[in-house]
């Protein structure tokens, strides 16, 4: 039924895989899907935002984005799971939608978490605007 089966992590934040994984893993080994564990980058690169940083800042956040989904890749995920890392930038829920088209996901799994920011009031919460603009099935788990 699935093949390809998207997670998205925030690797700052536990809450945002730690039910999560548990449900894509069982999946991945229920229907042999391999798993995409996605991390988004902030864009930081837009006209007003990017003059404040390094020039090599980007490329340097990247690789450090990446040594950690490596290491969370190696220390959450059993060896008998195809796992596959992508990094994508972004604002969160468009970044996911994005990587979900680029690894042809059929089914995003994804954590909601009832915290309430000042952002979730103003753009809704990213959950909920992957559930409206994906174009595969997603899976929210609490």
């Not at 006209?47 to 940083?53: A, K, L, N, S, T």
């Not at 020039?55 to 799971?81: T, W, Y």
């Not at 596959?84 to 930038?89: A, G």
């Not at 959950?127 to 595969?136: I, L, Y």
Request: hydrophobic letters at 45%.
């Amino acid at each position: 039924m699935y093949s390809k089966i998207l997670l998205p992590v925030d690797l700052n934040e536990d809450a945002s895989w730690s039910k999560a994984l548990p449900t894509a893993l069982t999946l991945c080994r229920t229907f042999g899907a391999s798993l995409h564990v996605v991390t988004v980058l902030p864009d930081v690169q837009m006209p007003m935002v990017g003059g404040f940083f390094p020039e090599d800042f980007v490329d340097k956040a990247r690789e450090a984005v990446s040594d950690a989904q490596h290491a969370f890749i190696r220390d959450r995920v059993p060896e008998d799971i195809q796992v596959q890392s992508v990094i994508v930038d972004g604002s969160p829920w468009e970044a996911i939608i994005k990587a979900s088209r680029k690894v042809e996901a059929d089914l995003i799994v994804m954590a909601s978490h009832t915290k309430r920011k000042f952002t979730d009031y103003v753009l809704g919460p990213n959950a909920e605007h992957v559930v409206h603009h994906s174009k595969v099935s997603v899976m929210i788990v609490r």
